[in-house]
């Protein structure tokens, strides 16, 4: 059964950081590009990171030199550490696999990053 689990999520003041981990079962990462997403409220989800098998990787513009994505193939596991962090990054985030730049597996239960001004 394929599972993703996130986790790291809290609240934190502007500025903090938090790394936040994407656990997945399964061979869902097995020659896949994975990718962060984010959901505020009122918000549809927006992809924010990905990064695909061979270590390319892309930022949404608002991310971009805040945060970093990385993966850990032999643990099945994607991180995104996320640093200078500000109000408008508060959301529910998600990780998925992408495939044809879709997210390819049902969603997780995602980890809440609340950020205070």
């Known amino acids: 059964q394929v599972q993703l689990v996130e986790s790291g999520g809290g609240l934190v003041q502007a500025g903090g950081s938090l790394r936040l981990s994407c656990a997945a079962s399964g061979s869902i990462f097995s020659g896949n590009a994975m990718g962060w997403y984010r959901q505020a409220p009122g918000k549809q989800r927006e992809l924010v990171a990905f990064i695909n098998n061979g270590g390319s990787i892309n930022y949404a513009d608002s991310v971009k030199g805040r945060f970093t994505i990385s993966r850990d193939n032999a643990k099945n596991t994607v991180y995104l550490q996320m640093n200078s962090l500000k109000p408008e990054d508060t959301a529910v985030y998600y990780c998925?696999?992408?495939?044809?730049?879709?997210?390819?597996?049902?969603w997780g239960q995602g980890t809440q990053v609340t950020v205070s001004s």
């Open positions: 998925n696999a992408i495939v044809f730049s879709r997210p390819k597996y049902d």
